[in-house]
Each structure stands twice: as C-alpha cells, then as structure tokens.
C-alpha cells in the first residue's frame, strides 16, 4: 500500500501533462513513503489520455482512470478518491496553479496530527480584480448562508488522512460541493497560505457559468437560507400589499390623491407575479436536487482503469458482475 496518494482530475490538459509529471515525480522522491499518481480523465477529447498512459508505461506509479464521458471536476475527483488506497491523499488540479512543491508543506503539518490540511491561497496570479472580488464575496456569502464553515479563498488542493477520506466517500450526493463536504465531516482541520502561480499552459475549464453552479451547489447543499428567505419575502410582500389596501380604503373615503387609472395595479399585480416566480423557482431547485438523489444513478462511470486491481470502487457501474470496463495493469 503506497503511503501517499496523488489524485488529479484531467480535462484538456495535453500541454501540461508532461511537466507536471516532472514536478510530482520530483516532488515524490523527496517524501518518506510510496506514492501513487492517480489521474482521472474526465472526458478528454484531446491527447491526455494517450499520454498518461505512456506516463504509465514508464512509471508504474501513473495510474489512470478514464471516465466514459465529462462528468465535471467534482466527480472526477470523486473517482479519483475512491481508488486512492494510501494513508494520506493529496487532491489537486492538473493544471499546475496548485503546485506540487507546496506537498511537503501540508504533509508537515498532517505529521502534527491535522487530518485535512487545505492549502489557502493568498493571492491569484493571472486573476484581474472583478474577479477576484466576485470569489471573496462568493465565499463569504456561502459562509453567512451555511451551515458549515468554509475557509475562505481554499479550494480543493488538500491533503486528507485516510479517517476523513473514508468519512467523505460515505458521502454519495449527485450535486457535490467536495470543499463544503470535507468542511462538514469535521477532523482536525487547518490551512497553509501558499501564492497560486498562473495556469502553465491551456486554458481554465471554469467558465463564469459553471462557478456561478459550483457556488449554487454549497449554497443549496449545505443551507436552507434561500427557502427561509423567500418565506420572508412571501410574508413581506402580503404584509405590504394589506397596508397598501389600507391606506387605498382611507385614500378612497378621505377623497384625496385618487387618479383614475390602472398603472399601480399593474405595478402590484407585477411585483407579486415576480415575488411568487422567485419563490417558486428556489423552491423548484430544491425539489430538482431531491429528484436527482431519489433515481439513485451511479455517480460518474468508468470507462477504463489503467495500473488498478480489477476491484471496482464504491458506486460502480458493474458488468455482469465486474467492473465495467476495468482492466488490470
């Protein structure tokens, strides 16, 4: 059993591949254990798989798990974690932008007795200042709105011991949000501040619309807040609509202000129609979210494993019985 697990999740990484293979492999030799690189291709439609498996071939170390589709980075980490057998697993991305030189740093301080080590990043290289503003407010938002305390500014680049591993894979939930998950299973818990470099080569897969659903995710994950809120709103709304026929009944005996005419009608009957759409709609999310755990569908399906004994994961897809479409090293 190697003492330490590497799991990185792949999309479109061809240009990267080569040179953060260097720097892990680099990075290994200067740990007190075995290692294993897992990388999980999730639905590359670019070289990444051709070359991880050469990366395989001359490093048995290179392990490799290709998805049969693009299931998103959460569940592809997911897959990846569900492998790692070591006593300890470093999550990061392939990117290069979580650098692998900062490991020795979280081992240190998982040796002082830390069971999730995450790496918090003091600054964004490459990142301009909207940007970087919209992702401080996001996450303090989620930590005002959650029932969990997620450290502000840390990703997924972390170290876990093997007991919070195994707590977090016990989590099975379709919609995943794996910080706020590592975040709710509790442990001993603390951050390393490290400067995030800019992406090596490609471009980010994290367009503004799938950080706009990542942090949708946490919010309606781990909080109740928005259902409460537009129960608030619900009740806010009648209460103003009541004084409004009030003061219309007084207006109306007192003869004064009265304008013929239907425009503030039309006004009000608007407003409520919208209160009533955002209410419904946050309501709509949540039940889509019950819809999609009760069909109970595996989480991500694996096309092909790669360095692995044929032992399928929890979850998996079987086939007759074995892992579907496994195969030994």
Do not use: C
């Not at 690189?37 to 395989?56: A, E, M, Y």
């Not at 569900?82 to 240190?108: H, K, N």
């Not at 977090?168 to 939930?173: A, D, Q």
């Not at 910080?179 to 080569?201: L, N, S, Y």
């Amino acid at each position: 059993m190697p003492r330490y697990s590497f799991v990185l999740p792949v999309h479109n990484e061809q240009e990267t591949l080569a040179e953060l293979y260097r720097r892990l492999a680099a990075t290994a030799e200067g740990l007190d254990g075995d290692v294993e690189l897992i990388f999980v291709d999730d639905g590359s439609t670019d070289d990444s798989f051709r070359i991880l498996n050469d990366l395989h071939a001359q490093d048995p170390r290179v392990k490799v798990i290709r998805l049969s589709r693009n299931f998103g980075h959460q569940l592809a980490i997911t897959a990846g974690t569900d492998r790692a057998t070591g006593d300890a697993v470093v999550i990061m991305d392939a990117d290069l932008q979580d650098p692998p030189e900062l490991v020795p740093e979280l081992i240190d301080r998982w040796r002082e007795g830390f069971e999730v080590v995450y790496a918090v990043r003091e600054a964004r290289e490459g990142d301009g200042r909207v940007k970087r503003r919209v992702r401080e407010l996001a996450y303090r938002v989620l930590r005002r709105l959650a029932a969990i305390d997620v450290p502000v500014d840390a990703g997924d680049f972390r170290l876990v011991d093997r007991k919070a591993l195994d707590a977090f894979r016990s989590l099975r939930e379709n919609n995943r949000y794996i910080r706020g998950m590592f975040a709710w299973v509790g442990f001993d818990q603390t951050g390393v501040v490290h400067r995030r470099p800019d992406r090596f080569a490609g471009k980010t897969k994290y367009s503004w619309g799938r950080l706009v659903k990542l942090g949708v995710d946490g919010v309606i994950s781990f909080s109740d807040v928005p259902l409460r809120l537009t129960l608030a709103a619900g009740f806010l709304v009648s209460l103003s609509a009541f004084v409004f026929g009030i003061v219309t009944v007084i207006l109306r005996v007192a003869g004064v202000g009265i304008v013929p005419g239907w425009a503030s009608l039309v006004v009000l009957i608007s407003f409520l129609g919208g209160v009533q759409l955002i209410v419904l709609g946050t309501m709509g999310l949540y039940v889509a979210r019950i819809h999609e755990e009760v069909k109970a569908r595996p989480l991500y399906v694996t096309r092909e494993a790669v360095g692995f004994d044929a032992v399928a994961p929890p979850g998996a897809v079987e086939h007759e019985g074995r892992p579907f479409l496994e195969r030994a090293p």
